[in-house]
Nanobody
Framework: QVQLVESGGGLVQAGGSLRLSCAAS????????MGWFRQAPGKEREFVAS????????YATDVKGRFTISRDNAKNTMVYLQMNGLKPEDTAVYSC???????????????????WGQGTQVTVAS
């Protein structure tokens, strides 16, 4: 059974940091690209960051330089999102997702992701 379970969300002041984690199980994690997406109330889901199985990384323009995606294939089958310099506009539900295609050019499109977690709420107070 495939599972993606996010954790680490919460309430933080503007300028603060959070580290999101996503625990993956039930599929061959090391062969999948992983992505983080977010959805704010009344808005469409949007791409945040992705990392291929080989470690190629891509970020959305508005998080570049503030957020860092990483993954642990060897031991824990985890993917992380370190978020620094948080802004109120970063407030959203953040979800991780798994994509077996591993092509960096498509990883910003949620339709290509096969598995999704339930999400974790991130709220940034001004």
């Amino acid at each position: 059974q495939v599972q993606l379970v996010e954790s680490g969300g919460g309430l933080v002041q503007a300028g603060g940091s959070l580290r999101l984690s996503c625990a993956a199980s039930g599929f061959t994690f090391s062969t999948y690209a992983m992505g983080w997406f977010r959805q704010a109330p009344g808005k469409e889901r949007e791409f945040v960051a992705s990392i291929t199985s080989s470690g190629r990384i891509d970020y959305a323009t508005d998080v570049k330089g503030r957020f860092t995606i990483s993954r642990d294939n060897a031991k824990n089958t985890m993917v992380y999102l370190q978020m620094n310099g948080l802004k109120p506009e970063d407030t959203a539900v953040y979800s991780c997702a798994a994509n077996r295609l591993n092509r960096i050019t498509i990883l910003s499109n949620p339709v290509y992701y096969a598995y999704w977690g339930q999400g974790t709420q991130v709220t940034v107070a001004s």
